[in-house]
């Protein structure tokens, strides 16, 4: 069995596409680029593709298709950037990946005591060397009420985390498990958003989560809120975001994802416009931590995307459509 395997990173991935088609006895075409129209028909007689957070379109799977592609694989746990109805249109199983749930757990708690001990306003004055205390007093963890907003494994993970640091968890989904339960008080949304110092996202994107943080829903948070987002951008309304945090209704943000990413990460653009405004503008608030959805990046996490991926397509799961 022939895999095509888009942007096909050397520096992190290379080595685990090897390890892995071996124990899976498949062959894997590696493509450097991002699969367009042009390149797509590099999948020619390939069972599958492997690609990432890239945009996915019906021109792109429409080449797969009459090339002999019947798997789209996304080494991610989104799934956003594939265009579903295309794929159903022409057949093609659609399936996403799981990965270590530290990876983003961890890194969300980080984020959550960067956000908390004001460690970006902190970090830029001592680069200039400049060691003020003034405007740089932080909080402490155990004192506040952290809301938990989506309980999968990602979410139950960062319950599990607070625990040791002696703050009153709450949370929210829909579906709720016995694991989170241990961990903290399921509530209402409304009522997480009502009594969080700190509230942190991990819902996936879809009809339920689109702008979940807006006008509406910030007015009932507590002033001062900080708001972290390592779950996917269309969570949150950015333009009423900037809104909040300039006013200071939110008094923090840790970003790792935001509206209309895609296509600008992972690049390098520091001698270049990014096309992005409200990106610009919240990586210059003092108040904000403008990340590049890094919160996944581990050796761990890359390996399970990879094997993942690979296994998919070997066994036929399209666990998405």
Known sequence: MKIAAYNYRDFDEADFFEKFAKEYNVEIVPVREAPSPENAILAKDCEGVSVITTPITQEIIK?????GVRHISTRTIGYDHVDLNAAKEYGMAVSNVTYSAGSVADYTVMLILMALRKMKSIIKRAEGMDYSLV?????EIGDLTIGVVGTGKIGTRV???LTGFGCKIIAYDPYQNEEAAQYGTYCSLEELFQDSDVI???TPANSGSFHMVNAESIKTMKDGVILVNTARGSIIDTPVLIDALESGKVGAAALDVIENELGIFYDDYKYQVIGHREMSILKDLPNVLMLPHMAFYTENAVSDMVEHS???IVNGDGNVL
């Open 135 to 139: 405007g740089n007093i932080g909080k």
């Open 159 to 161: 319950m599990r985390n």
């Open 200 to 202: 942190t996202f991990h």
């Open 63 to 67: 080449v797969w298709s009459e090339a």
């Open 310 to 312: 690979i296994v998919h």
